[in-house]
């Protein structure tokens, strides 16, 4: 090789050892201000851990429930559980409900006062009992050994609905005061007998509670009651024939029955701010449910003012109860009044709560039962019998709104309308209750039920009354053609105004029904004049 050969090859291992050390001096200062970086970083960081420790777990060492959680308790399926309580300040708790196959469970800390809230995943519907616990670490605070899942109602208003056999029948002057000489305790429905069926009910109390807790009866101080042959007399006929209702229909769901019913009270009680709405129904704010039974209105139809107020009072209350329990549409279930001699009030009332239902359609979870052929000619008593009656068409709307069908309803008149020069009023009804519009005679014998209650008649429709611009009345003929009604009377020749059984008693051999076999409620329309 070359001198000059030589001289090149030095000149470039040279080159390339010098760029090795470039490279190397390069990286190394890189690697140093790397872990200079972390550990300022790591210097930091634990200065923040020391700063900001991570909240360790406190022990409670108690925990207060509202006292409606007790034994043989219902939560509602398919919603989620709020448990709200107190406990140690920021104490943390875990709520569990377990069963042999399923569990559902929830963690969750109270704050500086104590107050907490769990929401705890509603594990599946079923007949056999979970366990419900509230602990604290390793430490069991609160056991219920037998809690069920499945469907609770909330059974509200006055008498009618709190009827039963232990408050209104058991002794010979209750049954006397209450049947009269229309009746006798051996036509009362026999209770039912269902171990299933767990029911709590309110106290006639109007002190101030507790915010947590109900005016509980003394025989459900210990638990809620299965509505067996024992203790089925202590709740309301037609709650108790409403769960039989349903458990015929699903039987592996339970049913829950809270019932705040309180006989001879006005609605405003009953309304946030009254003391029965206070006391018996805001401390279940929060606690699901499946939803309201309604039967109330016989106080507010004794006075004209009160009669007159109840269709604002009705729907704001309907508001008020799917406010409290969080659900705009919770489904709300009411009975019309039944037949009572009485005055015109007892009309009013009826009117208001037909416009509340009339002015929802057939997907709304609003439903009213008319209640003018279920008494079994017992009109003359204020709480007449057929309350299994009227438990059986509620089941059927509550099952049609759970179920998202079209609710079944007795026709709802919408408008009237002058025809043929104001001579004949026709009468339209809300669409979904307006099919098959038939004339039907009522049974009101004590063997009626549900399953022969009317028959079909070719008698003439009654009922129907018309007034002209002087506002008297005069009994008026009424005929079917498909979904309308056509009203007339020779004695008004320009007719103002329509109803239809606008008494407190009324009496009829014939009344309107629909393909439901449902009657048509009463009325008090004005008519429009429209003669397109």
């Known amino acids: 090789m070359s001198s000059n050969e030589d001289q090149e090859t030095n000149g470039t291992a040279f080159m390339n050892a010098e760029w090795s050390h470039k490279v190397i001096a390069i990286i190394s200062a890189m690697l140093v201000v790397i872990i200079t970086i972390g550990s300022v970083y790591l210097f930091f960081d634990q200065r923040s851990f020391a700063r900001e420790p991570m909240t360790p777990f406190t022990q ?54 104590g107050r907490f809230e769990i929401a705890l995943p509603a594990p599946p ?48 002057s209750e049954e006397r005061a209450n049947l009269g000489n229309a009746a006798d305790v051996t036509d009362l429905p026999a209770p039912i007998n269902d171990t299933h069926v767990y029911f709590l009910v309110t106290d006639h109390q109007s002190s101030e509670q507790t915010q ?23 709740l309301g006929y037609l709650p108790q024939y409403f769960a039989e209702q349903l ?46 039974l309604w039967y109330q209105g016989e106080q507010d139809g004794m006075s004209d003012d009160m009669a007159l107020a109840y269709q604002y009072n009705f729907s704001t209350l309907i508001k008020q109860y799917r406010r409290l329990f969080d659900n705009s549409q919770l489904p709300f279930l009411y009975v019309q009044l039944a037949r009572f001699p009485g005055n015109d009030d007892w009309a009013k009332v009826r009117q208001a709560q037909f416009v509340v239902a009339a002015n929802v359609d057939g997907k709304d979870s609003t439903a009213m039962t008319v209640s003018l052929d279920t008494d079994k000619g017992t009109n003359g008593i204020i709480h007449p019998l057929g309350k299994e009656i009227l438990a059986q068409r509620m089941a059927s709307q509550w099952k049609a709104i759970n179920n998202n069908r079209t609710v079944p309803s007795g026709p709802l008149a919408q408008k009237a309308v002058s025809r043929h020069r104001g001579q004949v009023a026709e009468i339209t009804f809300r669409e979904d209750t307006a099919n098959g519009l038939n004339v039907r005679r009522p049974n009101y014998s004590k063997n009626a039920t549900s399953k022969n209650l009317s028959r079909a008649t070719d008698e003439p429709l009654t009922g129907f009354e018309v007034a002209g611009s002087d506002g008297v009345y005069h009994s008026a003929e009424a005929v079917i053609q498909d ?12 007719i103002r105004q329509v109803r239809y059984l606008w008494s407190a008693n009324p009496e009829c051999d014939t009344l309107l029904y629909n393909s439901y076999h449902l009657p048509a409620s009463p009325f008090t329309l004005s008519v429009l004049n429209d003669e397109s």
């Open 212 to 234: 947590d807790n109900l005016p509980l009866r003394e025989y459900n101080s210990n638990s809620w009651l299965p509505a067996n042959t024992v203790n089925a007399d202590y």
């Open 247 to 292: 458990r015929s229909n699903s039987p592996k769901i339970p049913i829950g029955i809270i019932q705040t019913a309180w006989g001879g009270t006005e609605i405003a009680r009953h309304m946030a701010g009254g003391d029965i709405y206070n006391n018996h129904v805001a401390p279940l704010k929060m606690f699901n449910i499946a939803g309201i």
């Open 60 to 113: 409670a060492n108690k925990v207060t429930l509202p006292n409606y959680y007790k034994e043989n308790m219902v939560f509602q399926q398919g919603k989620t559980i709020t448990i709200q309580g107190k406990t140690s300040p920021n104490g943390t708790l875990t709520a569990t409900l377990q069963s042999k196959t399923e569990q559902s469970s929830q963690t969750s800390s109270a704050d500086d006062k």
């Open 483 to 494: 979904d309308t009604i056509s009203v007339f009377s020779d004695a008004v020749d320009d």
């Open 125 to 172: 519907a079923q007949l056999k009992a979970y366990t419900f616990t509230i602990s604290s670490g390793n430490k069991v605070l609160r056991q219920i050994k037998h809690a069920y899942v499945g469907n609770v109602f909330l059974a509200a208003g006055q008498s009618n609905m709190e009827v039963n056999y232990y408050d209104y029948y058991n002794t010979e």
